[in-house]
């Protein structure tokens, strides 16, 4: 066997391998396995890799801008999330689109927004470390292909999901950290907002437009520099 015949054979192999990523979660997905975002969702508009496929409508990836600055990762899709293949698209995301606004960040071109898992837990309940765990491969892959200088995490299961931290998210909110050479700023879930809509000065609502207006001027920045 002539070394061209031996190496089209092992790329066949690899792309084999790379063709069971959907159906069998013991495949990593090895950084730089896709090419761009449409080729990573058309594996996971067919993923099996964990139990939330069974109930999903729509697999959601992400909206915005796949080449934004700013990522905003939340938990999980919910109900209107899984009946359009959008996230952040209900109340919650409504409310994530007025906080953006606030300091003109607009969500279709400034930020690209996506989740730990991209099919809806039953009854909105938090996807368990199992589902995180057969998920988050592929949210680094959108990590890398979108390239973000800042990511906020939005709620203790994003946090969790993408550094290990554990803490709660009234500790940390507002803290940038750095996360593989990236700024990372743990904040609010939107819901939490909706939940406590008090703008008192202290309130969930008044600390998270301290937040906000702390990732714009860090955005400023960073357009500035590059
Ligand atoms: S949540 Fe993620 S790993 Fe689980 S089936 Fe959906 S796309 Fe696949």
Redesign the pocket.
Known sequence: MNSNTQLSLFAEANFNQKDLI?TD?KITIPPHTYTDITELTKH?EI????G??EN?TH?VVGRGNPQAKIMIIGEAPGQQEDETGLPFVGKSGQLLDKILASVNLNTETDVYICNI???RPPENRVPTPD?ME??IP?LLEQIRLVNPKIILLTGATAVKGITGNKQGITKIRGQWMEWEGRLCMPIFHPSYLLRNPSKEKGSPKWLMWQDIQSVKTKFEQLTVNS
């Open positions: 959907p979660r996971c993923c099996h890799r964990c939330l496929s999903r697999v898992v991209k099919c589902e057969a998920c592929y």
